[in-house]
C-alpha cells in the first residue's frame, strides 16, 4: 500500500470555537511511559509513574483519561508530563465519571470532537482538533500489552512539530484508556509513523513546571493545577465509535 500523506494547513492555530457542554477535565500529572506496575491483591493497577488506571465504580462509571499539550515556553505551573518533542510536555487529563462500553473509542472521541484547540491560561492544547471534520475512530483490539487504535480519514497537521504531539496524544490516550503499556495507531490501515512520517515515538524524561509565583512579582498568567480545564466533550453525544 503506498504511503499516505497528511493534509498540510498553513501554519497558525484556529480561532477558539464554542466547546460542547458537558465533560468537565481536572489537571492532572503524568503518562505512561513503558510498562505497567501490577499491583499487589487488593491495590489497584497504577502506571510506572503511580497513576492510577481506569477503573469503573459500582455503577459502571470511571474517568476516562486524556493527553494534551503543554506548549514550550507557555507551561502551567506544578504541571506534570514528558518531553513529547519540540521540548513540547505531554500531560495527562480526566474527564468527569462517564459510562462507556468502549473506553478507548470514548476517551479517543473526546480528542477528535473537542472544539476546542486550547483550554486555559497558559493552555493546554490539542494538536487534534483541526481533524476534527475529517478523522474518525473506528475501533481497537488489544493484542497482548499494546492496544492497536483504528482510525479513518485524513490527520490535519501544520508542522513536524504538530505531527509529534497528534501522534503522542493518540498514543498515551489509547494505552492509558485500554489500561496496557503500548499502542499502535492506524489510520486506514497504515502505521501513524508512516502517515506523518516520523521515527518510533520516544518520551522524553518526566519533568514537573515551577509553581506559580504567587509573590507578586510574576505577570499573573498561569492557572492553578486544580482549576478545571473548558469544557471538552459531550458524554450523551459522544458513543466511543
Not at 17 to 44: D, H, T
Not at 48 to 70: C, H, K, N, S, W
Request: charged content about 20%.
Amino acid at each position: 500500500m503506498p504511503p499516505r500523506h497528511p493534509v498540510v494547513r498553513p501554519s497558525g492555530h484556529p480561532a477558539p470555537r464554542r466547546a460542547a457542554a458537558g465533560l468537565i477535565g481536572a489537571l492532572a500529572a503524568v503518562v505512561l511511559a513503558g510498562c505497567s506496575i501490577f499491583p499487589a491483591p487488593g491495590e489497584a493497577p497504577t502506571d510506572e509513574d503511580g497513576r492510577a488506571l481506569p477503573a469503573a465504580d459500582a455503577a459502571g462509571y470511571t474517568e476516562a483519561p486524556l493527553y494534551l499539550v503543554a506548549l514550550n515556553g507557555a507551561f502551567p505551573p506544578s504541571t506534570t508530563g514528558r518531553n513529547v518533542a519540540c521540548q513540547d510536555l505531554l500531560v495527562r487529563v480526566e474527564t468527569t465519571p462517564v459510562k462507556s462500553d468502549d473506553l478507548v473509542g470514548t476517551a479517543v472521541g473526546f480528542l477528535l470532537e473537542d472544539e476546542q484547540y486550547s483550554h486555559g491560561d497558559p493552555a493546554l492544547t490539542n494538536s487534534l482538533d483541526p481533524s476534527e471534520d475529517g478523522l474518525t475512530y473506528t475501533s481497537h483490539r488489544v493484542e497482548g500489552d499494546t492496544v492497536v487504535l483504528e482510525l479513518t480519514g485524513e490527520v490535519v497537521t501544520r508542522s513536524q512539530c504538530e505531527s509529534f504531539r497528534i501522534r503522542a496524544q493518540l498514543n498515551r490516550t489509547a494505552a492509558a484508556a485500554a489500561g496496557v503499556p503500548n499502542a499502535e495507531i492506524l489510520v486506514d490501515g497504515v502505521r501513524i509513523e508512516e502517515v506523518l512520517g516520523l521515527a518510533e515515538m520516544e518520551l522524553g524524561e518526566q519533568i514537573t513546571t515551577p509553581p506559580a509565583d504567587t509573590s507578586g512579582s510574576g505577570d499573573g498568567q498561569g492557572i492553578s493545577p486544580a482549576d478545571p480545564l473548558e469544557e471538552i466533550g459531550d458524554p450523551d453525544q459522544l458513543n466511543g465509535g
